[in-house]
C-alpha cells in the first residue's frame, strides 16, 4: 500500500505544524511528562489518522467490457430509476455509493473507453447522503462511451466534509477500467447513472470495494 500524490502536501503540512507544536510546548513546559507525552501521542495519532485517510492500496484489475465495477469503496445508499438532467435528459438507473472519512477516496473509472463529456459545478456541501447533494454540492459529471457504444455517467459530489473534488479527466480522453478518475477529500459520495437495461449487481446498504465490487452488466 502506497499514499496517494493528493495527500502529500496535506501530510507534509501538519507534520511540520504538529512537530512545531510539540516542540513549542516542550520548551514551555520546561518537558514536563505529564503534558508532553500525552501531547505527543494525540499529536501522532491524528497525523496517522490523516496518512491512512490518504492511502492507496494495489488493486489489480483485468478490464471486462460488460461489467461496471464501484468507482469508490463505500456503501451503497441509492438505487431507484431516476431522472438525469445534466446530459442524458431522461430517464435512468441511479447508483449512490456514500463515502466516510474512513474509506479510500481514490476513484476510479468502471469502465473503459472515451471520456465523451465532462464538467465542473460549484456549489453547497450538504452532507453527502441528501437527496439533494447530487445536484446542488459542488461536483463533477463525467460522461464515458464504452468500447460498446453505450454511454455512462460518473458524478463525485463534495459532501459537508469534503471540501475539494480533485478530477483527472478529459473530454475525448482512452480510459481504462480501474484507473484512477480522481479524488475526494475527507467525506463524499459517487453517482453512476446507468442505462435502464443494465442489470444491477448490489443491494442497498451493501459495503463495496473500488476496482472490485461488480455494481452492474451492461448488455
Not at 460518473?154 to 469534503?162: E, H, P, T, Y
Request: a neutral charge.
Amino acid at each position: 500500500m502506497t499514499i496517494h500524490k493528493e495527500g502529500f502536501g496535506l501530510i507534509t503540512a501538519f507534520f511540520v505544524l504538529l512537530l512545531g507544536l510539540n516542540l513549542g510546548v516542550y520548551y514551555f513546559v520546561d518537558g514536563n511528562p505529564l503534558i508532553t507525552i500525552p501531547l505527543g501521542s494525540v499529536s501522532f495519532i491524528f497525523w496517522a489518522l490523516i496518512l491512512w485517510f490518504f492511502r492507496l492500496p494495489e488493486r489489480i484489475v483485468v478490464p471486462v467490457d460488460n461489467l461496471v465495477l464501484a468507482p469508490a469503496d463505500g456503501k451503497v445508499v441509492v438505487i431507484e430509476e431516476t431522472g438525469e438532467n445534466e446530459y442524458f435528459k431522461d430517464k435512468r438507473i441511479q447508483v449512490s455509493i456514500f463515502m466516510s472519512p474512513l474509506n479510500v477516496h481514490v476513484n476510479t473509472y468502471p469502465v473503459s473507453g472515451k471520456v465523451v463529456y465532462y464538467k465542473y459545478h460549484a456549489g453547497d456541501y450538504l452532507v453527502a447522503w441528501h437527496p439533494k447533494s447530487s445536484t446542488e454540492n459542488e461536483r463533477t459529471t463525467i460522461v464515458l462511451e464504452t468500447n460498446q457504444g453505450k454511454e455512462l455517467l460518473v458524478r463525485q459530489i463534495a459532501g459537508a466534509l469534503a471540501r475539494r473534488v480533485v478530477c483527472y479527466s478529459a473530454v475525448n480522453n482512452q480510459v481504462i477500467q480501474g484507473d484512477q478518475l480522481g479524488f475526494i477529500k475527507f467525506g463524499s459520495r459517487v453517482d453512476l447513472f446507468l442505462p435502464l437495461n443494465a442489470k444491477i449487481n448490489v443491494e442497498l446498504n451493501q459495503k463495496v470495494i473500488g476496482k472490485k465490487t461488480v455494481i452492474a452488466y451492461i448488455e
